[in-house]
């Protein structure tokens, strides 16, 4: 089974700051998730990556597949970016898709 | 935008009675998952369920849970005698690729 480890579990900084949230994990695997999760409860997927990097609007995500560890980035910080930022990697590891998730990394952006 | 859609939003129940959780998954979505989370703890694995038959699955997932594709689209969850630590909310999530979660179901066991 794999494990993920977040880092940090909670981060408050200042709107326009610089963002990174860390992710590691046990079992090497396909494809690694970062999600949002909105107060209310609501989980929406951000990215989905293999290697590499992605990039979609103010968001960066990175990967090394060597080194079992992935960063979330976020630039110019806003405070609608506050919420729980998660990695999730599949839970058996390989070519399995059921997600183990992260405990999540509580963002809090003060304007 | 096709989105998941999951039923009852909130459903309260005692102790030892049988409850089922509702999924409209994505139309042409074919994988489905169903995850739960303890209110303040992480989101858990549960279930996966792939060409009408389970595909994978944790732990959790023991002889008191069920999923099934009755009408070719609903995605339901049973628990069969539910016990005060199912209380949680349970998200079903659906995909081609990445996946798509529901709004969940919050559940109550008094």
């Known amino acids: 089974k794999n494990e993920v480890e977040q880092s940090p579990q909670n981060l408050t900084a200042q709107e326009g700051e610089f963002i990174t949230i860390n992710c590691s994990y046990s079992?090497?695997?396909?494809?690694l998730h970062w999600l949002q999760q909105h107060p209310g409860g609501g989980i929406v997927s951000l990215f989905m990556?293999?290697?590499g990097k992605k990039k979609h609007g103010r968001l960066i995500a990175t990967i090394n597949i060597q080194e079992k560890h992935s960063s979330l980035h976020i630039t110019a910080s806003h405070p609608r970016d506050s919420a729980v930022y998660i990695c999730?990697?599949?839970?058996?590891?390989?070519?399995?898709?059921?997600?183990?998730f992260g405990k999540g990394t509580h963002l809090i952006i003060q304007p | 935008e096709p989105e998941v859609t999951q039923t009852p939003s909130h459903q309260v129940t005692q102790m030892g009675q049988e409850v089922i959780l509702r999924c409209v998954p994505i139309s042409n979505h074919l994988y489905f998952y169903w995850y739960r989370q303890i209110l303040g703890q992480k989101v858990e694995f549960l279930v996966s369920f792939y060409n009408n038959e389970i595909s994978e699955k944790s732990e959790i997932f023991d002889d008191q849970f069920s999923v099934e594709r009755p009408d070719g689209s609903n995605f339901t969850l049973k628990i069969r005698s539910t016990k005060l630590e199912d209380s949680a909310m349970y998200f079903c999530a659906t995909r081609v690729y990445e996946q798509y979660f529901g709004p969940g179901t919050r559940l109550t066991v008094t």
């Open positions: 079992v090497g695997i396909s494809a």
């Open positions: 999730a990697v599949p839970y058996s590891g390989g070519g399995a898709d059921g997600l183990t």
């Open positions: 990556l293999s290697s």
